[in-house]
C-alpha cells in the first residue's frame, strides 16, 4: 500500500468494497485523485478504475450523482470510441497462442520433471522423513562448579544414527536459566530440539581464620570474632554478619573447640574451627595472654622498680601469613621484655592491631 492511499485512507472513511476498489487502483498505479470521493459507491468506483487502466479520462462521468450503470454506459461508449474492443480481440487472440505454446512448455517440463524426481527419489524422500531425536529430560539442574565440564551427549536419549547432530554451544557463566540448542540434520532438513539448563550456586563459603589453635591461661578470656578474617562467598559476596560461632571453651584447664559455620542463599554450608587449650596460671614476672590470643583483652608486663624514662618504641608486628600468629605474638613479647629488661621501658602492653576491623598483628605499647 502506497503512501498516497495510505494518506487517504487516515481522511476518509469507507466500506470494505470501497477500500478494495482503491487497492486494486493504487496496485496499478492509477490517479487515486479520481477515486477518492467518499460519496462514490464501491461500483461507482470499479467504473472510474476500469476507465483509468485503459488510458481512458473518465471525467465525463466522475460524478457522485451519476448512477454506477450510466457510468457503464457513458464508459462503454467512451472504449468504442477508442477502439478499445478491437485491441481486446486483438489481446484475447494473442494471449490464447501464448497460452497453447505455455501448455506444450509446461508438458515437456513435467516429463523432465518427473525423470529428475525419479532419478533423485532416495534423496527428496529425505524432504519426507521425520528426523527422530529425543533428550532424556526437558529440564537439567547442575551446579556451578560444574559447568566448564558438561556433556551435553548424557542427555540424549535416542536419535536416528544417520543424522548428522551438533551440540550446544551457548555460553553459560553465571547461576540463572539458559535454553541450550541440538541441532539435527538428514542432510536436507534441519530440526532443533531445546534443552533448559538450571544452574545453581553448589559452592560453598569460605571461612578465613588467622590462626586455628589458640593456647590461653585459665584466668583469661578470648573474643571468638577476633580470629574472624573473612567470609565470603562467590555469589553472595561478603557473609561476616552470617556467620554462626559455637564455643565451649571454660575456663577450666583442658583443650576446647570454637566452631564457626556460615550458610549461603542456596543453602552451601562452610564450617571451620580453632582449638583452644587453657592451661594453669603459673606466677611470673609479667602477666599477659598467650601467643596466639587476638581477643579485646591485652597482655601487659610492669617492673616493680622505680619508674624509668621510657625509650622504647612502640612497635607493630604483622602476620606474615594466616596461621601464624603464635609465632608474631612470641616476637612481640620477646621484643617488649627485652625493652623492659634492658631498662628502656617500665612495661609493657600487647593488643591486637586491626586495619579496617580486621586482625593483621600485635601492637606493642611501652609505658
Not at 103 to 121: H, K, S
Not at 157 to 182: A, C, H, M, R, W
Not at 311 to 331: H, L, P, Q, R
Request: hydrophobic letters at 30%; a negative charge.
Amino acid at each position: 500500500m502506497s503512501k498516497a492511499l495510505d494518506d487517504i485512507f487516515n481522511t476518509y472513511a469507507y466500506s470494505t468494497q470501497q477500500k478494495y476498489q482503491l487497492k486494486l487502483a493504487d496496485q496499478k498505479n492509477l490517479n487515486l485523485d479520481y477515486l477518492k470521493n467518499p460519496k462514490y459507491d464501491w461500483e461507482q468506483m470499479r467504473e472510474i478504475r476500469i476507465a483509468l487502466e485503459y488510458g481512458i479520462d473518465p471525467t465525463a462521468f466522475c460524478n457522485p450523482d451519476i448512477p454506477s450503470d450510466a457510468m457503464q454506459d457513458i464508459r462503454i461508449t467512451l472504449f468504442e470510441n477508442a477502439g478499445i474492443y478491437e485491441k481486446e480481440h486483438e489481446l484475447i487472440k494473442t494471449k490464447r497462442l501464448k497460452r497453447i505454446l505455455l501448455t506444450a512448455f509446461m508438458f515437456i517440463l513435467l516429463i523432465v520433471g518427473l525423470g529428475c524426481l525419479y532419478i533423485n527419489r532416495d534423496y527428496i524422500m529425505l524432504y519426507y522423513k521425520d528426523i527422530y531425536f529425543e533428550l532424556t529430560d526437558e529440564k537439567i539442574d547442575i551446579g556451578l562448579s560444574k559447568i566448564d565440564s558438561i556433556d551435553y551427549t548424557e542427555y540424549i536419549e535416542d536419535y536416528d544414527k544417520s543424522n548428522k547432530i551438533e551440540l550446544p554451544n551457548e555460553d553459560i557463566e553465571d547461576i540463572g536459566n539458559y535454553t541450550v540448542t541440538y541441532t539435527i540434520s538428514n542432510q536436507v532438513k534441519i530440526k532443533e530440539v531445546h534443552l533448559l539448563v538450571h544452574v545453581y550456586d553448589d559452592t560453598a563459603p569460605i571461612i578465613n581464620l588467622s590462626i586455628h589453635s589458640v593456647s590461653i591461661s585459665e584466668d583469661e578470656s578470648i573474643d571468638p570474632s577476633n580470629y574472624i578474617v573473612s567470609v565470603t562467598d562467590n555469589v553472595d559476596g561478603d557473609l561476616l554478619n552470617n556467620i554462626v560461632i559455637d564455643s565451649n571453651v571454660q575456663s577450666t584447664p583442658g583443650t576446647y573447640t570454637i566452631t564457626y559455620s556460615v550458610n549461603d542463599n542456596e543453602g552451601n554450608t562452610a564450617t571451620d574451627s580453632i582449638k583452644v587449650k587453657v592451661t594453669e596460671t603459673t606466677t611470673d614476672n609479667s602477666t599477659n595472654s598467650n601467643a596466639t590470643s587476638e581477643s579485646n583483652s591485652t597482655s601487659s608486663s610492669s617492673n616493680s622498680t622505680s619508674a624509668k624514662t621510657v625509650t622504647a618504641k612502640n612497635k607493630i608486628f604483622y602476620f606474615e601469613s594466616i596461621g601464624d600468629a603464635n609465632d608474631i605474638y612470641n616476637k612481640a613479647r620477646a621484643y617488649a621484655q627485652n625493652c623492659v629488661d634492658n631498662g628502656t621501658a617500665n612495661g609493657y602492653e600487647i593488643t591486637p592491631y586491626k586495619e579496617n576491623d580486621i586482625n593483621i598483628g600485635y601492637k606493642v605499647t611501652f609505658f
